[in-house]
Nanobody, 123 residues
Framework: QVQLVESGGGLVQAGGSLRVSCAAS????????MGWFRQAPGKEREFVAV????????YYGDSVKGRFTISRDNAKNTVYLQMNSLKPEDTAVYYC????????????????WGQGTQVTVSS
């Protein structure tokens, strides 16, 4: 099991950038597939991005493709989500998640979750 703690959320104006981080503790971080999901008030949880254990494979949700970048530093046990060209509709709580299954966009494949960090984009 891995424990996850997100940080870096906040308030940003539309068109701005923000980077959120997820620090992991526990065993073998480098063996986990890592993902970011988000949930806005009154909406279902949405897949944002996922990265393979090596960092060599990434997938993005259609709504963030071309604007967000997921990356990881296995030496620091940390995964990042760089968010550029932010829009008000990106406002949500962003969750980091870890999976010991093959790379997937499904939240149900992720067994460990952080507590979330709020990202608010003002218009």
């Amino acid at each position: 099991q891995v424990q996850l703690v997100e940080s870096g959320g906040g308030l940003v104006q539309a068109g701005g950038s923000l980077r959120v981080s997820c620090a992991a503790s526990g065993r073998a971080f480098s063996s986990y597939v890592m993902g970011w999901f988000r949930q806005a008030p009154g909406k279902e949880r949405e897949f944002v991005a996922v990265i393979s254990w090596s960092g060599g494979t990434t997938y993005y949700g259609d709504s963030v493709k071309g604007r967000f970048t997921i990356s990881r530093d296995n030496a620091k046990n940390t995964v990042y989500l760089q968010m550029n060209s932010l829009k008000p509709e990106d406002t949500a709580v962003y969750y980091c998640a870890a999976s010991n299954r093959p790379i997937s966009r499904k939240g149900t494949d992720f067994g460990s979750w952080g507590q979330g960090t709020q990202v608010t984009v003002s218009s």
